[in-house]
């Protein structure tokens, strides 16, 4: 299949400048005395955020031991492309399976993640082994002020407008009809495309199912009224970095884009806080993947970009909006949010598949990628079905 003319080829490199500077900041560094927290192995040693010596071991390691000419090529052999949606360039990562009965389906990233989320994940999408599993033509755009897509320069890019830009994305590559699947601000984005989209989106799969406000907690079991009150928590206690990015991202975003063991920290802190971890986020997920997310952010200078989705679209959800396409829902047991089913299907009101594992957290691309490929394609092979259709 032929790109259209306005979407092009899109190959980016750092130079050697570029990777040089890095490491040179890296070696400067200049780090704070260690925390007063001094637990023992557990989540309490990260109690005052990340850990002196877990910090030097990786600055370290990214310096000298960290290649991300690797990852360079990963994209490149996915495919890489970029298109302009309403005077913005978008970056995005393509790669058509090459079965016949493939159904088209966009993954949306969130903070702090990137498309480095599921450059793993695209070969068994694409092309699964078996033939009784789903294919998939793959589409993983970059958010709007994230990596390799531009950085807005006026207000107005927020969720509404991303899941816009997406189906006029989808559309540009010959996809008048798609699955949409997404995680933290991409589980947002792809709620509002089955909301908003019926008649191009076919149906979704979410990690994140946002209730409107306002239910009670009258009729719940006791093991939903805890997921409310965890939730309610987090957003209560836990989420200063939201509220930092929502009301003052530029202030952040100057440490963010000037020390790339600023962005580091900030970064890992929610690796490793919303992982399904005892101690640290490398017991699931590999260093080099992390190393891949925050190079990323370093290399395209888009820690203040990125932050400010939060400005745009904090809390913005609309509280009126209902997905009436099937809707498959995967409930991590670590993940920051959890909503009970009956609170979902007050906005979700055709869920075809809903599955809380044994294991995994906010990442679960990077925690449990057996896990959720298979659990990706069994939530999306209901969708079809409720639609009668096969993948």
Do not use: C
């Not at 005077?87 to 009965?101: E, M, Q, T």
């Not at 309610?232 to 990015?245: N, V």
């Amino acid at each position: 299949m032929n790109q259209p003319s306005d979407v092009q080829p899109f190959e980016p490199r750092a130079t050697d400048a570029e990777l040089n500077d890095l490491r040179a900041r890296l070696a400067a560094a200049r780090l704070p005395e260690a925390e007063t927290v001094r637990a023992a192995p557990s989540s309490r040693r990260w109690d005052q955020g990340v850990p002196l010596a877990d910090l030097v071991d990786l600055v370290d390691h990214w310096r000298t031991g960290y290649d991300w000419r690797r990852f360079e090529a990963r994209l490149d052999q996915i495919g890489q492309f970029r298109t302009t949606i309403d005077g913005l360039g978008i970056h995005f990562l393509h790669r058509r399976s090459p079965r016949a009965d493939a159904t088209p389906l966009v993954l949306t990233h969130g903070w702090p993640g990137s498309i480095a989320e599921f450059t793993h994940v695209v070969d068994e999408l694409t092309d699964p082994g078996s033939a009784d599993a789903p294919a998939f033509h793959v589409v993983v755009p970059s958010l709007p002020g994230f990596g390799y897509s531009d950085r807005p320069a006026t207000t107005a890019w927020g969720i509404e407008k991303i899941a816009a830009a997406w189906v006029e994305l989808m559309r540009r590559l010959g996809y008048d009809r798609f699955l949409a699947h997404g995680g933290d601000w991409g589980g947002v984005i792809t709620t509002i495309l089955g909301g908003r989209f019926p008649e191009q989106v076919i149906g979704i799969h979410t990690t994140v199912a946002q209730p409107p406000p306002g239910l009670s907690t009258d009729g719940l079991t006791p093991a939903e009224r805890a997921w409310v009150e965890d939730s309610r928590d987090f957003w209560g206690r836990r989420a200063a970095y939201a509220k930092q990015q929502a009301t003052r991202p530029q202030t952040i975003g100057y440490s963010l884009v000037d020390s790339p063991v600023g962005l580091l920290a900030w970064i890992l802190d929610k690796f490793a806080e919303w992982s399904d971890t005892q101690d640290s986020p490398f017991e699931t997920i590999p260093v080099d993947s992390v190393l891949d997310d925050v190079t990323l952010y370093w290399l395209t200078a888009t820690g203040a970009s990125s932050a400010r989705i939060y400005a745009e679209s904090h809390a913005a959800l609309d509280p009126d909006l209902r997905v009436d396409v099937p809707s498959a829902i995967t409930t991590y047991p670590r993940d920051i949010e959890r909503w009970p089913r009956p609170w979902a299907q007050e906005r979700f009101r055709q869920i075809v598949r809903w599955t809380v594992p044994e294991a995994g957290g906010h990442f679960p691309s990077l925690e449990v990628p057996g896990y959720f490929v298979q659990d990706l394609r069994a939530g999306l092979a209901a969708v079809l079905a409720a639609r009668g259709l096969s993948g």
